[in-house]
Each structure stands twice: as C-alpha cells, then as structure tokens.
C-alpha cells in the first residue's frame, strides 16, 4: 500500500526566501506525481505534475523534482512571497489508478 | 469550460438522513474521482471512474456509493449518514490515458468541494 508523507508539516519563513518543501513516497511503482495548492477553504490547484519518466519539471519560480529510486521528490520555490502562503499537497498516482496524498505542508510567507 | 462543478457547496445532515452529491465535469475527461479531506489531513480516495458505466472502489469506500451513467456526471450517495462522514468532499477529473501521452493528459482537476457535516 502506497504511503505518502510530508515534511515539515508547517514552515515559516521571511519573504525572499527561497525553500524546499518534501514529499516521500514507499512504492516507487509510481505512474506521475503532482503537486497541489491550497488555499483555506477552497478547492486545490495543480502546480506540477510529473511523469515517472521525467526527473523534474519547472513552472515559473516553482521547480519539482523526482526521484524514483529513492521514494523522493521536492518542490522549490524561488524568492518567496506573501502570496504564497497556502498548504502544499504531493500526491502520488499508482499504476493502478489509485491517487495518494500527502497530508500538506502549510506555508507561510512573512512580509 | 466551467471544468468542474460540485453542488451543493454546504449541508448539513442528521445521523440517518440521505443525501448525493453532484459533480459534473465539461472536459470529456474519461477519469472522475470523489476524494474525502479530513481537518489537517490529506486526500482518501473514496471510489473512481475510468469510464461511462465503470466504477471501482478507492481507500475509503464504506458508506458510499456512486454511478457514472454519463461521461460528464459521477455523483456520490451517502445513504445512511454518519457523525464520521463530517468532512470535506472534493470531485476530480483528468483525460486519462497511458503513459506514453503528454503529461497535461494526466492532469488531475478538482472542484471547489462540497462541506458536509452530520449532526
């Protein structure tokens, strides 16, 4: 069974700063991986996704990588604004259509 | 394209009662999920689609069910409610497809999602 885990589940950080959020998963028998936004109270956005072919992907000041053998990926985000704050989900979809989430990292960015 | 839709937005239940929750896509996606998010916890699969007249069953299925007549509509029926169905519920689609299709095929798009809580 699929497990997805992710660190830090909350991270403060001064705006400007740049920062790495972490997404661990235990099958790498993975068919993509995304990243989501969310925002209180709302709906989630995709940020990225990548396939299980692909090493990384770059949207922006956003940037995600994979790495299957290790069960890792990472989100990075360049100079960090207010705006970014929100939790941030990875989900992991399996070959056999079955989607796992993460359960977030919740940003905030001070001004 | 509206994408996807979800009604109502909030309700409230009492132990026992029934209800569906509607979703509705305008993308012709092929794939359409109905995920559970807990507070401060991620996303549970409750059951999925890949197709019109094909449904399967995710993590959390118990409780539930759901049908998919259409291409465009997958409801969700909770038909004896329970305190532990208090959560908040989100509808997803994407094209589906194999591996060897572009990666915006496989996108995952969600709803607003729908605040249900039984009392």
């Known amino acids: 069974k699929q497990e997805v885990t992710q660190i830090p589940a909350a991270l403060s950080v001064p705006e400007g700063e740049n920062l790495v959020l972490n997404c661990s998963f235990t099958?790498?028998?993975?068919?993509?991986l995304q990243w989501f936004r969310q925002d209180p109270g709302k709906g989630l956005t995709s940020l990225l996704l990548?396939?299980?072919?692909?090493r990384e992907q770059t949207s922006g000041r956003l940037n995600a990588s994979l790495d299957k053998s290790s069960g890792r990926s990472t989100l990075y985000i360049a100079a960090s604004q207010p705006g970014d704050s929100a939790t941030y989900l990875c989900?992991?979809?399996?070959?056999?259509?079955?989607?796992?989430f993460g359960a977030g990292t919740r940003l905030t960015v001070k001004p | 394209n509206a994408g996807v839709t979800q009604t109502p937005k909030f309700r409230i239940l009492k132990i026992g009662q029934s209800m569906t929750l509607q979703c509705t896509q305008d993308?012709?996606?092929?794939?359409m999920y109905w995920y559970r998010q807990d507070p401060g916890m991620g996303l549970k699969l409750i059951y999925y689609?890949?197709?019109?007249?094909?449904?399967d069953k995710g993590e959390v299925p118990n409780g539930y069910n759901v049908s998919r007549s259409t291409t465009e509509d997958f409801p969700l029926r909770l038909e004896l409610a329970a305190p532990s169905q208090t959560s908040v519920y989100f509808c997803?689609?994407?094209?589906?497809?194999?591996?060897?299709?572009?990666?915006?095929?496989?996108?995952?798009?969600f709803g607003p999602g729908t605040r249900l809580t039984v009392l």
């Open positions: 989900a992991v979809w399996s070959n056999n259509n079955d989607m796992r």
């Open positions: 099958d790498s028998a993975i068919y993509n």
């Open positions: 990548i396939q299980s072919s692909q």
């Open positions: 993308m012709n996606h092929n794939y």
């Open positions: 689609s890949v197709g019109a007249g094909i449904t």
């Open positions: 997803a689609s994407n094209l589906g497809g194999g591996a060897l299709l572009p990666s915006s095929y496989n996108e995952q798009f």
